[in-house]
């Protein structure tokens, strides 16, 4: 056990050498205009069309600061599982806050701050995300508290904790979205949710739409979509400017918000099919493992004819879902923070002494069978 803990610790400080970034913006003023893929994916047109109004998304994360001027109004009180209590307003590593400000940002005083892909979404956040069987739990809250997405921009082991909850959200009628991880390989020890068959995995492109050089490839990979120079809200009222899938799976996280909005009476897997069956297709004809079955294209999946079925869908789920069960609190955490997350805390405040700003994306490598 020490060895896997200690796997998982040296696994997340390697993620960050993935997601230095540029000198974050000091202020609101100009991080509208840093928000380069809004242009390309014609974020604009989308939003007169729809802008997410009553769908929530789930955010399996580090936990989201509401009070940041772009986010508030847009989160839900959201779920600490671990003792099973409201989520609050804690972000302690700041990957959460970011992630709802690229899904459902609302911006401030006109055209301030950051603007999410689904601004009149909700964003319930859920945490921690460090465990398979707390993982599972959020998502088993998620669904019975009404998810119709649910993001999950980190990687942990297999389990079949973890397994049959992802099952049941699927089974549900909830979109599910993953990344395939950011070694910048093949990867051969598949990172999870996002390997599960049931979830929409993303891999991230750069502003030339070409594989950001940190995103993994392989059959794992189902979409993709920009994930370079991501700016993004952090805790205290501050933003950093990010690179991961993370960025590229909040994109289509709030994009599948839209289309939910759009049409609710399409299933989880229709919305699949529109993500997938309207991408625009890159590298080699067809799917391949690098750009998975495309580039996300919003217009087009918001205004297309529905596209036929793709094999790439998630097959239907046999397993009923459960009822939510929550986990009951813990003695020996006074706030239920993973072990990780404080370590990945006081990394932040130290590279907080430098022009640098990180988006400090949670993963472990799956160790063992």
Known sequence: MPGRILRRALAGLAAIAVVLGP????RAEGIRDQQWYLGPLKVGEAQRITKGDGVIVALLDTGVDATHPDLRGAVLPGRQVVQNKPAGNLDSVGHGTGMAGVIAGRGHDGDRGV???APRAKIMPI??????YFVAQGIRYAVANGAKVINMAFATRDSESLRAAVREAAAADVVLIGTPGNDGDTDNELEYPGAYPEVLTVGAVDRKNKIAKFSNHGRQVDLVAPGVEIPGPAPDNKYVLGNGTSGAA???AGSAALIRARYPDLSAAEVVD?????AIDRGAKGRDDYYGNGQLNLLAALTAAQPRPSASAAPPATDAPA????ATPADDD???IPPLV???AGLVLLLAAVPVAVFLIVRSRRAGG
């Open 274 to 278: 529109r993500l997938i069956g309207t």
């Open 23 to 26: 000198a974050a913006p000091a």
């Open 334 to 336: 006074g706030d239920g």
């Open 342 to 344: 404080i370590v990945g």
């Open 127 to 132: 945490r921690p995300i460090n465990d398979t």
């Open 323 to 326: 009822a939510v069960a929550v």
């Open 250 to 252: 909040a994109i289509v």
């Open 115 to 117: 603007l999410g892909i």
